[in-house]
C-alpha cells in the first residue's frame, strides 16, 4: 500500500502562487508515476499533469501549461505542484495520485492510490 497526503491549499488572489505537497509512504517505488488532479464543484475530476519518480519527466494540460509546476524531492519521498499565475478557474480540491507503472496517462482510473485532497481557492 502507499499513502499520500496533501498540504498546501488555501485562498490566494488572482495571480498569485501556491505550492502543493504530496508526501508519499509505504510501498513506493521509483518506477511510479505521480499524478496531480483537481476537481471543482459539480465538475468531474481533471487531470492537471503528472511526473515519472524514475527521470523526473513530466507532462501538463494545456490549461496549466508555462504556469504549473511539478517536481520531485526524492530523498523525501515528496511530489510539489508549484501553481503561478493563479486564476478563479483553478478553484478546485487538488489530489494527487501515484500510478504502478511509469507511463504516464491522464484518466483517473489509470491510478492506484489518491490522497484525501486539498482545497484550493482563487480569488478574483
Known amino acids: 500500500q502507499v499513502q499520500l497526503v496533501e498540504s498546501g491549499g488555501g485562498l490566494v488572489q488572482a495571480g498569485g502562487s501556491l505550492r502543493l505537497s504530496c508526501a508519499a509512504s509505504g510501498r513506493t517505488s521509483s518506477s511510479y508515476a505521480m499524478g496531480w488532479f483537481r476537481q471543482a464543484p459539480g465538475k468531474e475530476r481533471e487531470f492537471v499533469g503528472a511526473?515519472?519518480?524514475?527521470?523526473?519527466?513530466?507532462y501538463y494540460v494545456d490549461s496549466v501549461k508555462g504556469r504549473f509546476t511539478i517536481s520531485r524531492d526524492n530523498a523525501k519521498n515528496t511530489v510539489y505542484l508549484q501553481m503561478n499565475s493563479l486564476k478563479p478557474e483553478d478553484t478546485a480540491v487538488y489530489y494527487c495520485?501515484?500510478?504502478?507503472?511509469?507511463?504516464?496517462?491522464?484518466?483517473?482510473?489509470?491510478?492506484?492510490?489518491w490522497g484525501q485532497g486539498t482545497q484550493v481557492t482563487v480569488s478574483s
Open positions: 511526473i515519472r519518480w524514475s527521470d523526473g519527466s513530466t
Open positions: 495520485a501515484a500510478r504502478r507503472s511509469a507511463l504516464i496517462l491522464g484518466e483517473s482510473r489509470w491510478y492506484d492510490y
